[in-house]
């Protein structure tokens, strides 16, 4: 069965500090991979998705994520945070030809202006 | 504007009394499905569906049933809810699913008491 670990719950951030949030899957296959944030009282929107080719995806609004098969790992990152970014971000995984995405428990950034 | 409506926003119900939430979108999406989202748990999808007439089961359909009837709508129907369906319900949508992005309904927050 799939999983993903997003190991930071919780983050709080000054505005201008750099972000990065963990994500580690399990899959005993090839996957897509796919970061999308949830604003305070909003719907889910993608942020950034990876299927193939450069390990190293951008995505909106300046945040970018870097596939590392051997790791496991999809790991956000931006390099200076704003007090807008605060939102729950999600770290989905779905296999290739499986319809059955699994998200992450989320992780809650705040942005302190 | 390409969106995906649910309805209603937040619902309060009591055990037993059969209840549905409406999803709809127009994008002619031939994928939708559903998900619950509980703290500390992420999404999780109850439910999707391929096309009319087309669905499968997702990682927690206990208590759950959906119909297709038609390509735009894809209603979650709890026929005897109970206070564990408590949760943020969410609609979603994709062109097919899979390696595309899905494209997520505002929510419907579902107490039952």
């Known amino acids: 069965a799939q999983s993903v670990s997003q190991h930071n719950h919780h983050v709080i951030l000054s505005e201008a500090a750099s972000l990065e949030l963990g994500c580690n899957y399990s899959y005993g296959g090839t996957v897509n991979l796919f970061w999308y944030v949830q604003y305070p009282g909003q719907h889910l929107q993608l942020l950034l998705k990876?299927?193939?080719?450069?390990?190293l995806v951008k995505g909106i609004k300046g945040f970018e994520a870097e596939f590392i098969k051997s790791k496991f790992s999809f790991n956000l990152r931006k390099p200076s945070v704003q007090w807008s970014d605060t939102a729950e971000y999600f770290c989905a995984v779905m296999g290739r030809g499986s319809y059955i995405p699994t998200f992450g428990r989320g992780t809650s950034l705040i942005v302190h202006p | 504007e390409a969106q995906v409506t649910q309805n209603p926003r937040y619902l309060i119900t009591v055990t037993g009394k059969k209840l549905t939430v409406t999803c709809s979108q127009n994008m002619n999406h031939e994928y939708m499905s559903w998900y619950r989202q509980d703290p500390g748990l992420g999404l999780r999808q109850i439910y999707y569906?391929?096309?009319?007439?087309?669905?499968d089961k997702g990682d927690v359909p206990e208590g759950y049933k959906v119909s297709r009837k038609e390509k735009r709508n894809f209603p979650l129907i709890l026929e005897s809810p109970s206070p564990n369906q408590t949760s943020l319900y969410f609609c979603?949508?994709?062109?097919?699913?899979?390696?595309?992005?899905?494209?997520f309904g505002s929510g419907t927050q579902l107490s039952v008491l």
């Open positions: 569906s391929m096309n009319v007439e087309v669905t």
């Open positions: 990876y299927f193939s080719g450069d390990p």
């Open positions: 979603a949508s994709s062109q097919q699913g899979g390696d595309e992005k899905l494209f």
